[in-house]
């Protein structure tokens, strides 16, 4: 079992940035790829960002690419999304979440089903 606990979010405006975090429970982080995902008012929750469990592999959505950074630390069992240039457009509870795979393929990673954990989010506000 894995738990997962995001943090980081809050208020920022165009020209900021802001780091959020997501803290995994348990002794196998390092076994888990893991995904960042978020969710608009009346909209699904789309894929942000994903990366492999040895981090040698990221993926974004092509909204995000350039802008933010999916990173890992399994020492401190926790996975980041650096957003740097956010838009007002970015605006959204960001969820972490988890699943256990060896080399899975690419397009799993944008997949909702794809994950077994997911974290209770936590709400970033892009203001301009």
């Known amino acids: 079992q894995v738990q997962l606990v995001e943090s980081g979010g809050g208020l920022v405006q165009t020209g900021g940035s802001l780091r959020l975090s997501c803290a995994a429970s348990g002794h196998t982080f390092s076994s888990y790829a893991m995904g960042w995902f978020r969710q608009a008012p009346g909209k699904e929750r789309d894929f942000v960002a994903g990366i492999s469990w040895g981090g040698g592999n990221t993926y974004y959505a092509d909204s995000v690419k350039g802008r933010f950074t999916v990173s890992r630390d399994n020492a401190k069992s926790s996975v980041y999304l650096q957003m740097s240039s956010p838009k007002p457009e970015d605006t959204a509870v960001y969820y972490c979440?988890?699943?256990?795979?060896?080399?899975?393929?690419?397009?799993?990673?944008?997949?909702?089903?794809?994950?077994?954990?997911w974290g209770q989010g936590t709400q970033v506000t892009v203001s301009s």
């Open positions: 979440a988890a699943f256990r795979a060896s080399n899975a393929a690419a397009s799993s990673y944008g997949r909702r089903a794809t994950y077994d954990y």
